[in-house]
């Protein structure tokens, strides 16, 4: 190969890796991890409602959930250790009491995850372990004593 074939072809490569070099931009780190709305669940999200609706309104609460209030704390009880997660030293886990409000939502509404998020103050990727984590809990839980199939 002659020295000016070799010359171009150098300088081939370097433009291809030139143009590609501005083409990818570098990583910037994030400067923001969560967004502010997020973080402050009981400002933002449906616990005041609940909470409200709980003490003064039991009807509504039943209306919005689609389960009483004696139920839900009896669902609760038997699920809030399996969905119970450990706070880390960057951030606090979302309670369980929080997680099984944001399934019965989802299950009594049939909202998707991107519209759940605002009600719940929950980031729908959050939700989208929470949901199915809980409906999984429930499900072995209730599954011995209420879920039983019979087959005539």
Known sequence: MSSLRRKKQLLGYAAVYYIHMNMVKARSPRSIWMKSWLSDKTKFGHLPLISELRNNNPEDFKNYLRIDGTTFDF???????????????????????????????????????????????????????????????????????????SIV
């Open 75 to 149: 669902l609760l009880d038997l699920i809030g250790p399996l969905i119970q997660k450990e706070d880390t030293i960057m951030r606090e886990s979302i309670p369980p009491e929080q997680r099984l409000l944001a399934t019965l939502t989802f299950l009594a509404t049939g909202m998707s995850y991107q519209r759940l998020k605002f009600s719940t103050a929950i980031s729908a990727s959050s939700l989208c372990e929470i949901i199915p984590e809980t409906c999984d809990a429930i499900f072995k839980v209730l599954k011995k004593d209420y879920l039983t199939v």
